[in-house]
């Protein structure tokens, strides 16, 4: 039997995740909606929607995550309404009506099989994993020269250098605890680098990982870009070319001399580690590196502060957390696997 498990594609923002997000779509099985913003916030909001076994409970969530200002669901091509009876017809659980809109999406294209994309989502596999018990991750990781020296030219990105450098480790950081931490055939890591260079080569694993014959069509991800990359992201206009190694190693000219220095002395054991040779150069002004520590104990002390919020929300449960729309996510609760496209009402 083919896998349905959902497939959630994280990593430091400018690593490659949305070329990553187009390839998986580009899959006859598989679909992955151009990134949204209402997963994390309705789970962080979920006592204030209530238990989702009430079904009016999951027309109010599903109408926010439909006609909400920042939720990006209008860029998914989904009918509101249809969406919506979808929700209260759906299982009874946050996670059910969460997913209900990647299910919805996949159905779009006619595909079985549905995953998600967002860089940020390396903070939050714990809660994901909460959400769809079956979900596998894929971590993409990119020289962290180059992750910086992409990030700071952002119109969207707010940090600065030094604060992309701290963003980077982080995601290093949780991507390697994931990867000790989680079974192996729940997460799985790639290079941007070993994608760019050798494509096929790369998918074929990356296939066998998620369950999945290769898919040729997966190497040719820029035709996909018109569909699942909206026009108005002008960043990601590299996207709508082949698959290329031209941005690989770009730091050196795309990086001040001092922001070298500081990136291959902060980040040198996690440069080290995936192999990213370093340039030796010379050691970084002292101002620099305590900015760096101290952008690096900003993010550590939100990210601490969320996790103890949402550690203490935990104790008084609105309802059911867990998604019910996969074989695999049945399986757990121990409910009956379901015929293709079944819904179960509650």
Same mark, same amino acid.
């Given at each position: 039997?083919?896998?349905?498990?959902?497939?959630?594609?994280?990593?430091?923002?400018?690593?490659?995740?949305?070329?990553?997000?187009?390839?998986?779509?580009?899959?006859?099985?598989?679909?992955?909606?151009?990134?949204?913003?209402?997963?994390?916030?309705?789970?962080?909001?979920?006592?204030?929607?209530?238990?989702?076994?009430?079904?009016?409970?999951?027309?109010?969530?599903?109408?926010?995550?439909?006609?909400?200002?920042?939720?990006?669901?209008?860029?998914?091509?989904?009918?509101?309404?249809?969406?919506?009876?979808?929700?209260?017809?759906?299982?009874?659980?946050?996670?059910?009506?969460?997913?209900?809109?990647?299910?919805?999406?996949?159905?779009?294209?006619?595909?079985?099989?549905?995953?998600?994309?967002?860089?940020?989502?390396?903070?939050?596999?714990?809660?994901?994993?909460?959400?769809?018990?079956?979900?596998?991750?894929?971590?993409?990781?990119?020289?962290?020269?180059?992750?910086?020296?992409?990030?700071?030219?952002?119109?969207?990105?707010?940090?600065?250098?030094?604060?992309?450098?701290?963003?980077?480790?982080?995601?290093?950081?949780?991507?390697?605890?994931?990867?000790?931490?989680?079974?192996?055939? +729940?997460?799985? $890591?790639? =290079?941007?680098?070993? @994608?760019?260079?050798?494509?096929?080569? &790369? *998918?074929?694993?990356?296939?066998?990982?998620?369950?999945?014959?290769?898919?040729?069509?997966?190497?040719?991800?820029?035709?996909?870009?018109?569909?699942?990359?909206?026009?108005?992201?002008?960043?990601?206009?590299?996207?709508?070319?082949?698959?290329?190694?031209?941005?690989?190693?770009?730091?050196?000219?795309?990086?001040?001399?001092?922001?070298?220095?500081?990136?291959?002395?902060?980040?040198?054991?996690?440069?080290?580690?995936?192999?990213?040779?370093?340039?030796?150069?010379?050691?970084?002004?002292?101002?620099?590196?305590?900015?760096?520590?101290?952008?690096?104990?900003?993010?550590?002390?939100?990210?601490?502060?969320?996790?103890?919020?949402?550690?203490?929300?935990?104790?008084?449960?609105?309802?059911?957390?867990?998604?019910?729309? +996969?074989?695999? $996510?049945? =399986?757990?609760?121990? @409910?009956?696997?379901?015929?293709?496209? &079944? *819904?179960?009402?509650?």
């Amino acid at each position: 039997m083919q896998s349905d498990r959902p497939v959630f594609v994280v990593g430091c923002p400018r690593s490659g995740t949305t070329m990553l997000q187009l390839m998986l779509h580009s899959h006859q099985r598989i679909a992955v909606p151009p990134e949204t913003r209402f997963v994390g916030t309705a789970y962080f909001s979920r006592r204030m929607y209530g238990d989702m076994r009430l079904a009016d409970n999951r027309r109010k969530l599903a109408k926010w995550i439909a006609n909400g200002r920042n939720t990006k669901f209008r860029e998914l091509g989904l009918d509101t309404a249809e969406f919506v009876q979808a929700a209260m017809l759906g299982p009874g659980s946050l996670g059910s009506v969460i997913g209900m809109v990647f299910k919805s999406y996949a159905e779009r294209f006619g595909k079985p099989r549905w995953g998600d994309k967002r860089p940020s989502y390396y903070r939050h596999v714990e809660i994901l994993t909460r959400l769809f018990p079956d979900a596998q991750f894929v971590h993409i990781v990119r020289d962290g020269r180059d992750c910086v020296a992409s990030l700071k030219e952002m119109p969207w990105y707010k940090p600065d250098s030094i604060g992309a450098m701290a963003n980077w480790a982080e995601a290093i950081d949780f991507g390697r605890r994931h990867a000790r931490k989680l079974p192996a055939d +729940t997460f799985y $890591q790639l =290079r941007y680098e070993d @994608l760019t260079a050798d494509p096929e080569a &790369e *998918l074929k694993k990356l296939c066998m990982f998620i369950g999945e014959d290769y898919d040729p069509a997966m190497c040719q991800p820029q035709h996909m870009a018109e569909v699942a990359v909206p026009s108005h992201k002008v960043w990601h206009s590299n996207t709508h070319q082949e698959v290329t190694t031209a941005r690989t190693g770009s730091w050196a000219s795309r990086l001040e001399p001092w922001e070298i220095a500081l990136c291959e002395d902060v980040l040198s054991e996690r440069l080290a580690h995936h192999g990213y040779e370093l340039t030796g150069a010379p050691k970084p002004e002292r101002r620099h590196v305590a900015a760096y520590k101290d952008a690096a104990s900003k993010r550590r002390s939100a990210r601490l502060r969320k996790y103890n919020r949402d550690r203490f929300s935990r104790l008084r449960e609105p309802g059911p957390i867990a998604a019910l729309l +996969t074989d695999g $996510q049945r =399986r757990l609760a121990g @409910l009956p696997q379901q015929r293709t496209r &079944e *819904l179960v009402a509650r």
